[in-house]
DNA sequence: AACCCGTGGCC
DNA sequence: TGGCCAAGGGT
């Protein structure tokens, strides 16, 4: 069949590219030098947690453990204490796991190749390609919130991106890739950007897009997201909220606490008492031989 | 697929 | 104020 007519290209790579290389925020984990593991920590530390608040706590561990060995000889409490209030301390712990199956098993080098990163614990699809693509320079389609949003406007003319499904997501990025793993990684990095700094969630700043020319979503009018409706998580009153709380006192706290200062910062004692369980079962809390309680290994 | 997992800033 | 959002991952 000859009735189908290519569709243009939507996103042009090149002018994208350019446009990264001359506004480009000088983060320090783009700096040139930045080995795979400070990398993995920023990618790390970004999930879900906005740049601003990453920023002194990666030069903070980049400083304290430059190679993986360094973080996996350090105690799981104190690896939580760095982490401070990033967020989601699991991830925490899942880096301190993988930094230490990467100096056991990888040569103390974060690996290269998709597959074995994504074996590695905290290591997702996304995590995993932005490693190889901005570590290590390959072609891999790196797709996250931001990159979701820009091809969904600029090719597909949707306000935002609907439901992600990441075999879906990834053939549609790899599709706008080069052939080149140099300047395929380009890309990406730019893409990314692009989405975080213009292409943005509420009033994207299409004035300055550069690639505003050829974007579907501008052709089309700009209509307004009709996908299905985001759920949006509650916080206030969740086990999230108590067990941060939780977490926040041993944080503070020089060694162990006894169980009544836990009790002082959640009045549900049901619900405490669930949340602190679940935070030793997940083993974010242990408890100590006089029944007090501490982060991991400090006591 | 849907839900859980922290924290803080913005409008 | 409270919904919404932020470079996701695990189950």
Known sequence: MTTSPPRPAPIDGETLVDWFAATARPLPWRA????????????????????NRVLPIWEEWMRRWPRPSD???????EVLRAWGKLGYPRRAQRLHQAAAAIAADHGDVVPADVDTLLALPGIGAYTARAVAAFAYGKR???????????????????????????????????ALLPAEDAPAAALSAALMELGQVVCAVRSPACERCPIA?????????????????????????????????LLDVLRDSPGPVRREQLDAVWSDAGQRDRCLDSLLVDGLVEQTDDDRFALPGEH
């Not at 919130?145 to 990025?173: K, Y």
């Open 32 to 51: 040139p030098g930045v080995t795979g593991w400070g990398v993995l920590v920023s990618e790390t530390m970004l999930q879900q947690t906005p740049v």
């Open 71 to 77: 973080l996996a000889a350090a105690s799981q409490g």
């Open 140 to 174: 891999v389609p790196v797709v996250d919130t931001n990159v979701r949003r820009v091809v969904a406007r600029a090719v597909h003319g949707a306000g935002d991106a609907g439901p992600p499904s990441t075999t879906r997501d990834l053939a549609d990025v790899d």
């Open 213 to 245: 020319a050829d974007c579907a979503w501008q052709h089309a009018g700009r209509p307004a997201y009709a996908g299905p409706p985001k759920k949006v998580q509650k916080f206030a009153g969740t086990d999230r909220q108590v067990r941060g709380k």
